[in-house]
């Protein structure tokens, strides 16, 4: 089971950060992403981080702006937004899958999302 939480309303140009809190299965065993979906439109790949290494993967949109961490021990994972825009408005969902890469089929296990919304 995956809960997100710490999605609210900011002004453009704040930063939140969103945690992701993993139960129920051995988090650092699983590749963990970051996913949103703005209104109206399809679900889009927002940042990944592999389960040991530290490695991470971002989509341009947010590359520098965003950053994903991960706490194995806590499993949790993070997603610190800075700099947002009124385009960073969505529901953001949190995935556990096993391979590094922004194909939301690669991810088998999702969260129940939390609203960022961002004004102008």
């Known amino acids: 089971q995956l809960q997100a939480s710490g999605g609210g309303l900011v002004q453009a140009g704040g930063s939140l950060r969103l945690s992701c809190a993993a139960s129920?299965?051995?988090?650092?065993?699983?590749?963990m992403g970051w996913f949103r979906q703005a209104p109206g439109k399809g679900r889009e790949f927002v940042a990944a981080i592999s389960r040991y290494d530290g490695r991470t993967y971002y989509a341009g949109s947010v590359e520098g702006r965003f950053a994903i961490s991960r706490d194995n021990a806590k499993a949790t994972v993070y997603l610190q937004m800075n700099s947002l825009k009124p385009t960073d408005t969505a529901v953001y969902y949190c995935a556990a899958g096993v391979v590094l890469g922004p194909q939301s089929a690669d991810y088998a296990y999702w969260g129940q999302g939390t609203l960022v919304t961002v004004s102008s």
């Open positions: 129920g299965r051995t988090f650092s065993n699983y590749v």
